[in-house]
């Protein structure tokens, strides 16, 4: 399959070969939203802590008395039912990781690869980078390729000017190419890839590597 290739100027300068294997695969839906699922349950640092009645500090002596008292029977201060006691079923430290396949998560990207290209919200650029980190350059091409809402950047290796250009820029995220996820991918409207970086996803992820 072939894909124009532009420069970053917006102007189509070639056009290149892309791997049936990666960027024509049919969309999976359900391993692409296990995938997102995995990635974000294992992003969590499950270090939520809350102390149960046993775990609270204070005595464990009974307030008052349990009869002639006109109130309701009362136990330790530590009871879950008062201010300052334990929490009944709050959370503890606990591990979310969840396991998935290497053929399923390298499916699942492909799936996400594929569907950016059919619905041509995939963009090949020939070369991203700049003599020193400029912001408004980074900008001009994102305007000259008609890029106006939430963009994925991927290049072959980082370039820093590149990456220090495009900080600053609401919607805009750069990554090495060898780091494309599927959260990132979804949640970015737009994948623009460095020609290098093409080759690189089609390496890493092409069925070669299965």
């Not at 692409?32 to 500090?57: D, F, M, S, W, Y």
């Not at 980190?133 to 991927?154: C, F, G």
């Not at 060898?178 to 996803?201: C, F, G, I, P, Y």
Request: charged share 25%.
């Amino acid at each position: 399959m072939q894909i124009p290739v532009y420069n970053m100027s917006g102007e189509v300068v070639k056009q290149i070969d892309v791997s049936d294997d990666v960027f024509t695969v049919p969309f999976n839906g359900a391993v692409v939203h296990q995938a997102v699922i995995r990635q974000l349950a294992n992003a969590r640092q499950g270090t939520a802590c809350t102390k149960t009645r046993g775990e609270v500090t204070g005595s464990n002596r009974k307030l008052y008395q349990q009869k002639h008292t006109g109130n309701a029977r009362a136990g330790t201060a530590k009871s879950p039912l008062r201010r300052g006691g334990g929490t009944i079923f709050g959370p503890k430290p606990r591990s979310y990781h969840q396991a998935m396949p290497k053929k399923m998560r390298r499916l699942a990207i492909r799936s996400v690869l594929s569907a950016k290209l059919k619905d041509n919200e995939l963009i090949v650029l020939e070369e991203l980078d700049f003599s020193e980190p400029k912001t408004k350059e980074m900008a001009n091409v994102l305007a000259a390729l008609n890029i106006n809402k939430s963009a994925l950047v991927a290049t072959g290796e980082m370039k820093i000017n590149a990456v220090k250009s495009a900080r600053n820029i609401p919607d805009v995220k750069m990554v090495p190419a060898n780091l494309l996820n599927v959260v990132d991918m979804t949640s970015h409207k737009v994948l623009l890839l460095t020609e290098a970086a093409v080759r690189q996803v089609e390496q890493l992820w092409g069925k070669e590597g299965d």
